[in-house]
């Protein structure tokens, strides 16, 4: 529907209200007296205004198409978020750059594996890693930590084993999808599924 065939211009809206107004209230002097027909009249133009409007606004509405968000877009967002917040704190600069890394390799990955398995298994995971695992089950609680315990040698070397162990992960993936090995899609999804507790 075009919405310039259907809607009606405010200056028609106003002309229509303004005659309604003129006829409610000179029929309605002559019965009520002019105190009232007056009110009654405008009462009357302001109902009629209301409702050519509204029905403007309605087809308006009608006319709007939300454009849906890709996987892509939500889990890069995501990704994005997580990535100025790890900006905005303190801590060590080997941490920031493992972590950094890890999002930029997941940004790069994410649009291939949406157009290439879109609606997948594997696309599924990955797309969970950018938006749940990464973020909500790495980035956030090692932020939460205090210093000491962020800059504690256990903490750092667990960071970087859990860095090292999707880089690896997501580098097969990359293997995978320029490749073409469709038979290996599923198969790679299920163990990232188990590997990751996704």
């Known amino acids: 529907?075009?919405?310039?065939?259907?809607?009606?211009?405010?200056?028609?809206?106003?002309?229509?209200?303004?005659?309604?107004?003129?006829?409610?209230t000179w029929?309605?002097?002559?019965?009520?007296?002019?105190?009232?027909g007056v009110i009654v009249g405008l009462i009357v133009a302001s109902v009629v205004y209301m409702v050519l409007n509204h029905f403007n606004k309605t087809e308006e509405a009608s006319e709007i198409i939300e454009e849906p968000v890709s996987l892509s877009d939500a889990s890069i967002e995501s990704l994005l978020n997580i990535n100025i917040?790890?900006?905005?704190?303190?801590?060590?600069e080997e941490i920031r750059s493992l972590y950094e890394s890890i999002i930029d390799q997941l940004i790069d990955v994410l649009p291939k594996v949406n157009s290439e398995v879109s609606g997948g298994e594997l696309a599924w995971v990955i797309n969970r890693m950018a938006t749940e695992y990464l973020p909500e089950k790495s980035i956030k609680p090692y932020l939460s930590m205090d210093d000491v315990q962020r800059n504690a040698e256990d903490?750092?070397?667990?960071?970087k084993e859990?860095?090292?162990?999707?880089?690896?992960?997501?580098?097969?993936?990359?293997d995978i999808l320029s490749s073409?090995?469709?038979d290996?899609?599923?198969n790679k999804a299920k163990f990232l599924k188990a590997r990751f507790k996704m």
Not at 3 to 24: F, Q, S
Not at 85 to 92: C, F, H, S
Not at 162 to 174: D, N, P, R, T, Y
């Open 85 to 92: 917040a790890l900006r905005k704190e303190i801590i060590p």
């Open 27 to 36: 029929i309605l002097i002559s019965v009520l007296g002019s105190i009232v």
């Open 162 to 174: 859990s860095i090292a162990g999707m880089q690896s992960e997501l580098s097969e993936v990359q």
């Open 1 to 24: 529907m075009n919405n310039n065939e259907t809607k009606i211009p405010l200056y028609v809206i106003g002309i229509i209200t303004a005659v309604i107004a003129i006829i409610v």
């Open 184 to 186: 290996e899609f599923n």
């Open 180 to 182: 073409h090995k469709t």
């Open 155 to 159: 903490t750092i070397a667990s960071v």
